[in-house]
């Protein structure tokens, strides 16, 4: 009787389709506006952008240093540096986030994907992972980490 139960739910879960579980970060982060003037530390050679011939216009237009993100809880400022994108879709980029009451300020080299639609995945290296799409001039994203989400917007920098 118990299996009985569980199987119907197993194939919902099964037939999901691929990535709409994902949630839209510009849904996430459409309350949260860019602050002028957050400085964050960055990487060395961070500045540059280099995109393949033969990406699509939505991942190219991610290439580049992003700023003025905060984080609503801490209030550290956050800025993203997005320095290659493969044409597979894989991403090198500097995460980088200013000084908090919790924590010094950090910049970390990171890798992840961005997909056709433009929207890109890091995983970072305390295991989190942080994503991004554009929503006209405006980068939204937003960091998840044990369970909690945290909203950011940034401008291009």
């Given amino acids: 009787m118990r ?18 579980d994902r949630p839209d970060p510009r849904s996430l982060s459409a309350h949260v506006s860019p602050r002028a003037g957050c400085g964050v ?8 952008g280099i995109g393949y011939a033969g990406i699509p216009a939505a991942q190219s237009a991610l290439l580049g240093r992003w700023v003025d993100g905060v984080w609503d809880d801490t209030g550290a400022c956050h800025a993203l540096t997005v320095e290659q994108i493969a044409t597979d879709g894989s991403v090198t980029a500097t995460f980088a986030t200013g000084a908090s009451a919790v ?12 997909d056709a639609e433009g929207v890109l995945e890091l995983e970072l ?5 942080a994503i991004y799409a554009l929503d006209g ?13 945290r909203p950011v917007a940034l401008s291009r920098g």
């Fill in 41 to 48: 530390p960055t990487l060395a050679g961070g500045e540059a």
């Fill in 103 to 114: 924590a010094p300020p950090t910049a970390r080299r990171v890798t992840g994907h961005v």
């Fill in 125 to 129: 290296p305390d295991g989190s992972r």
């Fill in 137 to 149: 001039a405006i980068l939204r994203g937003a960091h998840f980490r044990n369970e909690v989400m």
């Fill in 3 to 20: 299996i009985a139960f569980f199987l119907p739910l197993t194939l919902m879960i099964a037939c999901t389709p691929p990535g709409q």
